[in-house]
């Protein structure tokens, strides 16, 4: 085979088609990317970047008498994002593989990477339950909450009334709980939980089983035991801010060997701008 038809073969993995493919699917399918907002995302080239987020002083509102009309000044308040994630993935395609390569083979190697970017992004999100007010956990550490079928639904109505009494549940904004697959096999036996085939509306999240207590549910595997305990995180989206970028994807060739080296580097950051937003429940593992 020539050089030239080597090129030819071996054009499914040009860098810049990998990066807009795999930006494209990062945008999709992450169960946390359903749950944050993105909505002061700037932009992002290296790590360390920050990204400036205003949020609007609160209006108070006061009784008129006669025409006395006092003015309050707005001072909005500004905090910043900083990009200190930074995470890449590497590895080496031999010549023999890449005569043979195809578009197929390219989606199969892009959708790896992007299970694998997934899992630690999902991993930082959730870890964000160290946020949570304390007025807004259901259990605690000492003294975890023991899930079952029967059990299940009170324990979220708790759950997401603690959002609502921290006036986080407005009209319009939909609150999401996130749990994992333990936790789903107790849910799914609950009389209670509308699976995603029988909710009425369309608001459903995507990716979402359905709706327990007024709540979206999200599934993830990457909700693991932290000491013999579950963190089951919910919220809104107006919560978190999430910022990304996929700032590079290149190949190059391998001095030491007949092969090309393909590598890519992710950048992303995540601040909880509204902690009463968030919400948890702290549930044991040896029940859940």
């Known amino acids: 085979m020539t050089d030239s038809e080597f090129s030819t073969t071996y054009s499914a993995f040009i860098p810049e088609i990998w990066s807009k493919k795999l930006s494209n699917m990062l945008e999709k399918n992450c169960v946390m990317m359903q749950c944050v907002n993105r909505n002061w ?11 400036k987020i205003i949020t609007p002083a609160s209006v108070s509102v006061s009784t008129l008498t006669g025409d006395n009309i006092t003015y309050s000044s707005l001072t909005p308040t500004s905090t910043e994002l900083v ?13 023999v593989a890449k005569a043979q ?10 959708n790896n ?14 870890s964000l339950h160290t946020d949570v007010p304390s007025a807004n956990i259901v259990g605690s550490a000492e003294s ?8 299940i639904y009170e324990n979220f109505v708790n759950l997401a009334l603690t959002l609502k009494n921290s006036d986080a549940v407005q009209t319009g904004v939909r609150p999401w709980v996130v749990i994992n697959p333990n936790i789903e096999a107790y849910l799914l036996q609950s009389p209670e939980f509308i699976n995603a085939h029988n909710v009425a509306d369309t608001t459903l999240r995507e990716g979402a089983i359905g709706r327990i207590a007024g709540m979206d549910v999200l599934v993830s595997t990457n909700l693991t035991e932290v000491n013999d305990m579950y963190y089951v995180l919910a919220g809104t989206n107006e919560a978190v801010t999430f910022a990304s970028q996929l700032a590079k994807i290149e190949s190059l060739r391998d001095k030491d060997s007949f092969s090309d080296l393909v590598r890519g580097l992710y950048l992303y950051g995540a601040k909880t701008v509204q902690p009463k937003a968030l919400a948890k429940m702290i549930v044991s593992a040896a029940t859940a």
């Open 101 to 110: 390569t195809n578009t197929d083979i390219m989606e199969a190697h892009l």
């Open 144 to 151: 975890p909450v023991t899930l079952n079928k029967s059990t």
């Open 41 to 51: 995302e700037g932009d992002i080239s290296q790590q360390g970047d920050k990204v």
């Open 83 to 95: 990009i200190d994630q930074k995470k890449f993935f590497a590895f080496k395609i031999d010549d």
């Open 113 to 126: 990477a992007k299970k694998a970017i997934e899992v630690v992004q999902d991993s930082y999100l959730l």
